[in-house]
């Protein structure tokens, strides 16, 4: 069947790369799986010995290039492992093309805030304004996290580095739809998130959703990790319900607010 009525021309800089492929599967499952041309096409005229060509697999064309064999996990420890300050492990992800999503991000979203800071906030993945504008947590989800911290007397552009937070998240680059990270793609992922840690050197973790839960303590189930202080990569670390999550069940503020009485008593302790 030959697709009519629907094109993408004048929509690529609309589109991105996970939606133009979503938009094209769904075309060829609907079975409109031939392309129209510009210009209408005058068969007759067409000389006896055209051959038409077997139409080629658009998942497969848009999941190109093919697996090259290399061990992402691997190879992204050993990059972590040779960068010396922020300004170069910010550039090795950059430079780290054997994520798919990164091949739909419109940006690297590496951090915010003062990486002075005691406290390291480490979220989950960008999401559609934290694309567009290449920082974390910028969104509602964001504004609502400053809010948070803010009533604990801590933000993300306070000139003190006692009362800066710093914020990443585990992954750079906004996974498509916003859905959740895959096993493989925190797997490659966490090396430069590690590293991350070890050079901001903060004195507590804050886990924001099962997404860095799973990535820094390798469990997840936020709802019964909340409340508790636990260890990650030698550091105190309390995970705490996502702000996104907060927007859509209000009714668990009244437990956020608990968990940030129990980070300022923590940085009072220190």
Request: proline share 7%; with cysteine; charged share 25%.
């Amino acid at each position: 069947m030959i697709g009519a009525g629907f094109t993408l021309a004048g929509m690529e800089s609309e589109l991105d790369f996970h939606s133009a492929k979503a938009l094209l599967e769904w075309q060829v499952e609907l079975g409109a799986d031939e392309a129209i041309c510009e210009q209408p096409v005058n068969r007759y005229e067409l000389p006896d010995t055209v051959v038409k060509k077997p139409v080629a697999n658009v998942a497969a064309i848009a999941d190109a290039p093919a697996d090259t064999g290399v061990d992402a996990a691997a190879l992204a420890r050993q990059i972590a492992g040779g960068v010396a300050d922020l300004g170069a492990l910010k550039q090795a992800l950059e430079d780290f093309e054997l994520c798919e999503l990164k091949r739909g991000a419109k940006s690297t979203v590496f951090a915010d805030g003062n990486p002075d800071a005691r406290v390291m906030i480490i979220g989950e993945a960008p999401g559609r304004d934290e694309d567009i504008q290449g920082l974390p947590f910028v969104g509602r989800a964001g504004q609502l996290l400053d809010k948070m911290f803010g009533a604990i007397g801590l933000s993300r552009d306070a000139p003190d580095s006692a009362a800066c937070i710093y914020i990443t998240n585990i992954l750079p680059w906004r996974p498509p739809q916003n859905r959740e990270p895959t096993p493989d793609e925190i797997a490659m992922l966490l090396p430069f998130v590690k590293k991350h840690v070890e050079l901001v050197k903060p004195d507590l973790l804050v886990l924001m959703g099962n997404t860095s839960c799973q990535a820094m303590l390798g469990r997840k189930g936020i709802t019964r990790l909340r409340g508790n202080w636990v260890s990650a990569l030698g550091l105190p670390a309390m995970p705490m319900f996502h702000p996104a999550y907060l927007l859509r069940n209000p009714i668990a503020k009244r437990e956020a607010w608990h968990d940030l009485l129990m980070l300022q008593a923590k940085l009072r302790e220190k």
